[in-house]
């Protein structure tokens, strides 16, 4: 819900008890004019229209029936005026509800989304935890034959360097010599 439709709600409750405070207040006057007749009429014994004036008592009453029914008029459009605004009102506070409702819900799905988030995170990397286990396993292991075969490749290099490695062997020079030869001239 946004907050302009808060003022909004406010402002039709607002005038929505305006409304009814000025039916009543029609009400009312309507009643005290029932009974201000009433009283007249039943109270004057000789309250009886007079033949010479037949016409006037006949236009006030039809005044007074012309303000009776823009009265009734006013109450029947203050009425409706009142519906309709409950109406507003009841669907406003159905809206209000249901965002709640809503509000209150994604308040949840935010609080859980960490552990959501978690779990998946985890469901995920366990299958690259098991492959980083069997990888680290392997590593070792070619590690462990890699040592294998070079200890057994140096074993053998020394063996091989004691027993016999094919050298030339040259005939010991005579003390006088020297170990270059000088060419000679022919």
């Known amino acids: 819900m946004s907050q302009s439709d808060t003022p909004n709600i406010q402002a039709l409750s607002t005038e929505v008890s ?27 014994t000789n309250f009886m229209p007079q033949r010479s004036e037949p016409e006037r008592d006949l236009s006030q009453f039809k005044a007074l029936r012309e303000q009776l029914q823009a009265v009734e008029q006013q109450v029947t459009f203050y009425q409706e005026q009142i519906t309709v ?42 299958p690259v935890r098991e492959k980083v286990t069997v990888l680290q396993r392997e590593n070792r ?7 294998s075969v070079s200890y057994r490749l ?4 020394r063996h091989t360097t004691h027993s016999g490695i094919d050298l030339p062997n040259f005939p010991p020079m005579p003390s006088g010599q020297s170990n270059m030869s000088t060419p000679q001239n022919a």
């Open 18 to 44: 305006q409304l009814r405070q000025e039916l009543q207040l029609r009400d009312q006057l309507v009643q005290q004019l029932s009974q201000e007749l009433f009283r007249l009429v039943k109270g004057n």
């Open 85 to 126: 605004r409950d109406a507003e009102i009841y669907q406003l506070r159905q809206s209000v509800q249901e965002l709640t409702d809503r509000s209150r819900m994604l308040e949840q799905v935010v609080q859980e989304l960490p552990q959501i988030y978690r779990r998946k995170f985890e469901e995920r990397m366990a």
């Open 141 to 147: 292991q070619l590690q462990a034959e890699l040592q």
């Open 154 to 157: 140096a074993v053998k290099t």
